[in-house]
């Protein structure tokens, strides 16, 4: 597969499995009031700062705004992501627990395992020494029992499909001691064996967002909330 094809196939499942079905969440569970868990302090409070008083618009903006801008996206961005790596058959879905996937390096041509984070600050300080112990613990596993031959430290890594080396936290930057961080275009290189690939797919995708019709979806959900919510014996204004 040619880098073009390959750029072309991640941009289409990127628009078909991660845009287009959070737009689609959006109108259809997210403008929902029965989606939420609400803090009726929290949101009246809220609504006095998105709308300067107590409002069914107050607070659909408050339940929905951090939902759909937030918590929605990334959520399915970081699930969608491992998933496309396997059904695109860039790399395979990983056998050995704690790990997301497995593919061959491009650049030294040893098996990698890999746990995949999304950017350079997406783990915290309690993440990082249960991380290590367990590519730890796998590693000796694998020794005692003889199942990788010549399997070291650097053949289970961390992948961050964005960022630069320079923005890594302190927290990825303990675990590089132990088990490489590998970080934007440096994962993508060796995960695709095109050197210059991250920054053409960017490219690519920058691309398919500005084509895409958002049909002023965020609108459109928040004023369904609000119809809800000022319909609901939950509130009262």
Known sequence: MTEKELTKKIVDYF??????????????????????????????????VLEDKYSPEGVAKALFYPRVLGTSINTSFGTRIQSMFVELDIASGSLIKGMDIEFFDKIDNRKKWCQLKSGPNTINSEDVKPLV?????????AR?????????????????????????????????????VIIGRDFW??????????DGLVLALHKCINNLDTNDFIVKGCESLTDEIRRSPLFRF
């Open 15 to 48: 628009e078909t499995n991660i845009f287009q079905n959070h737009i689609k969440a959006s109108l259809n569970t997210h403008s929902k009031l029965k989606s939420y868990n609400i803090n009726p302090i929290v949101v009246k409070y809220l609504s006095k």
């Open 133 to 141: 112990r367990k590519f730890t613990n796998t590693i000796n596993l």
């Open 144 to 180: 005692t029992n003889k199942a990788f031959v010549g399997i070291n430290n650097t053949d289970f890594i961390v992948g961050v499909l964005y960022g630069e080396s320079s923005e890594l936290s302190m927290h990825y930057k303990l675990i590089d001691k132990t088990h490489p």
């Open 189 to 198: 290189h060796r995960i695709t064996g095109f050197p210059n690939f991250y």
